[in-house]
């Protein structure tokens, strides 16, 4: 069965940098466009950034762009979430997800497989 497993998050002080990876199994992972959400604390899950099937292509949320990249490894089967300069608002569990459509998507309902999230607390 697909898996997608997050990990990196942790507790970074205003300011700092943490890398998500999202590594993932049971899918033909470079036919997959991959995303990533947040959820914070009694909000709804929204759109960070996703990058295409041949990560040439990335597109971001306005609050983290310039701050935050995707990137991909076909070879490796991983997402990575490099994040900068963060601040307290980027507190939230991360989720990386995976959809088979190639088109730019920033609703969750287009992705049909999610990771279990990855817990990334900033404090100021």
């Known amino acids: 069965q697909v898996q997608l497993v997050e990990s990196g998050g942790g507790l970074v002080q205003a300011g700092g940098s943490l890398r998500l990876s999202c590594a993932a199994s049971?899918?033909?992972?470079?036919?997959?466009?991959m995303g990533w959400f947040r959820q914070g604390p009694g909000k709804e899950r929204t759109f960070v950034g996703t990058i295409s099937r041949s990560g040439i292509s990335t597109y971001y949320t306005d609050s983290v762009r310039g701050r935050f990249t995707i990137s991909r490894d076909n070879a490796k089967n991983t997402v990575y979430l490099q994040m900068n300069s963060l601040k307290p608002e980027d507190t939230a569990v991360y989720y990386c997800?995976?959809?088979?459509?190639?088109?730019?998507?920033?609703?969750?309902?287009?992705?049909?497989?999610w990771g279990q999230g990855t817990q990334v607390t900033v404090s100021s």
């Open positions: 049971g899918l033909t992972f470079s036919t997959y466009r």
């Open positions: 997800a995976a959809t088979d459509n190639g088109l730019r998507a920033t609703e969750p309902q287009r992705y049909s497989y």
